[in-house]
């Protein structure tokens, strides 16, 4: 199988995905790093110009589900069971956000995320994240 076209489909399958701009930009083992670029029409706070944290969210989760595709135990497609959040600062208004997801434990039914966001500013993450997916019986 490879996990790499059916993460690539797996994503792109996703219609917020799109209309988020979102891509892929590095796919491994249970690893996936994608991204999203600035865009006005993701403004949380017109006064400040900080992207809405549910476009955050929806990029990380995205990520993580990536991730799981791609980790060596995947049969396939994957479900988000529960994500939790944490955000730790605005991103900064005009800076595309990256995300990288590690999917590093996989049961026969669960695969447990691990995530990160960030701006620009690589020492201070915007975002992190921790979840859990389904994981198709094989």
């Known amino acids: 199988m490879d996990r790499e076209k059916l993460a690539r489909q797996f ?8 209309a988020l701009s979102m891509t892929i930009d590095s796919l491994g083992e249970g690893v996936a790093e994608m991204s999203m ?3 006005t029409r993701f403004i949380g ?3 400040t110009g900080v992207i809405h944290g549910g476009a955050v969210y929806a990029l990380l989760d995205t990520c993580c589900g ?3 595709v791609c980790h060596p135990a995947s049969k396939g497609g994957t479900a988000t069971i529960g994500l939790r ?4 600062r605005a991103a900064t208004p005009g800076q595309a ?16 995320v691990r995530a990160t966001a960030m701006d620009d500013d690589a020492d201070r993450p ?3 994240a921790t979840g859990t997916f389904t994981v198709e019986a094989g």
């Open 11 to 18: 994503t792109q399958a996703i219609p917020h995905a799109k």
């Open 37 to 39: 670029p600035y865009d």
């Open 45 to 47: 706070d017109p006064e």
């Open 66 to 68: 990536a991730s799981v």
């Open 85 to 88: 959040i944490d955000y730790m």
């Open 97 to 112: 956000i990256r995300t990288r997801a590690e999917c590093y434990h996989v049961t026969r039914s669960v695969a447990f």
């Open 126 to 128: 915007v975002a992190t």
